[in-house]
């Protein structure tokens, strides 16, 4: 004859009640009305996971700190009150020449609705212009005006400026390290 062990939740495989700190199962109806299976939450291990993180500590409060400083250093010195995206899309048809909007925000890590508002506003103010791509005439190129080619040239010596203000409180091999971790985990 084969043993007969009850398996339900809260119950051990020799029919006595579980112990430890694992959670008790409750049943509790959803917004459909279906029932399901809920685990409370082990309320002193919240506890000490709350207790042990500490925000300070955090990748991302780090990261927010950082970014803030650029971000303050780049409005204080950068020319032609350009934003960092729209200096991103600039710098980056100067690199390369002209592009289709997609592709220009693929490579400034832009999406699609936000490099639309970017370009908008520099061909707005006389910086980029659309053109008929020659390889395909049903997509646009935005390309730099020769005003936007001007302003770029001006704002090369200054955004190198803001990345070494930036990075002022490091030495040579940190800000290469620096460089080569934020690669890795962007």
């Known amino acids: 004859m084969t043993d ?18 694992r959670p008790k199962a409750r049943r509790a109806k959803n917004d459909q009305g279906a029932v399901r299976s809920q685990r409370t939450p082990n309320r002193a291990g919240t506890r000490d996971r709350l207790a042990r993180y500490l ?9 927010r700190q950082v970014s803030q400083r650029h971000t303050t ?9 350009l934003t960092p995206t729209q200096w991103a899309a600039l710098a980056k048809l100067g690199e390369r020449g002209p592009l289709s909007q997609n592709r220009l925000g693929r490579l400034t890590a832009m999406d699609a609705a936000t490099i639309k508002g970017v370009v908008d506003r520099l061909t707005a103010r006389g910086l980029t212009e659309g053109r008929p791509d020659p390889a395909d005439g049903r997509r646009l190129t935005i390309a730099l005006t020769d005003q936007g080619r001007a302003l770029v040239k001006r704002a090369i010596p200054i955004a ?24 890795k985990i962007k």
């Open 4 to 21: 007969i062990v009850d398996r339900r939740p809260g119950k051990s495989p020799s029919g006595g009640a579980r112990t430890g700190t």
């Open 55 to 63: 925000l300070e500590e955090q990748v991302g409060f780090f990261l």
């Open 160 to 183: 190198l400026a803001i990345t070494e203000q930036t990075l002022a409180p490091l030495g040579a091999s940190e800000r290469k390290t620096l460089m080569r971790l934020l690669g």
């Open 73 to 81: 250093i780049f409005a204080e010195q950068m020319i032609e009150g």
